[in-house]
């Protein structure tokens, strides 16, 4: 079992920047794929980014490429978002999310555990 818990959420000018944290409890978190996603107002959830398990390979959407970072601390089980050149269309909640596997994962159906989400609103 896994529990996870998002912080860093707020608002923010466009162009600005801000990292999320997501810490994390339980035996499996070093030995999962850790993910971000988002959910933009009235729409779905979308793939943000992932990182493996040992934080050596990671994948990003397209439309945050160039611009977000994801890393993760195994020694204090917390994965990382750094987000910057935010722009308004980032606007959402960011939620945080693990799983199972250890190579990185882009769908959503391959992720068991999630957080419950911090809302991310970038003003024009």
């Known amino acids: 079992q896994v529990q996870l818990v998002e912080s860093g959420g707020g608002l923010v000018q466009a162009g600005g920047s801000l990292r999320l944290s997501c810490a994390a409890s339980g035996r499996t978190f070093n030995y999962g794929a850790m993910g971000w996603f988002r959910q933009p107002p009235g729409k779905d959830r979308e793939f943000v980014s992932t990182?493996?398990?040992?934080?050596?390979?990671?994948s990003y959407g397209d439309p945050v490429k160039g611009r977000f970072t994801i890393s993760r601390d195994n020694a204090k089980k917390t994965v990382y978002l750094q987000m910057n050149s935010l722009k308004p269309e980032d606007t959402a909640v960011y939620f945080c999310?693990?799983?199972?596997?250890?190579?990185?994962?882009?769908?959503?159906?391959?992720?068991?555990?999630w957080g419950q989400g911090t809302q991310v609103t970038v003003s024009s």
């Open positions: 999310a693990a799983s199972t596997y250890g190579n990185p994962q882009v769908k959503r159906d391959d992720y068991v555990y």
């Open positions: 990182i493996n398990f040992s934080g050596e390979r990671t």
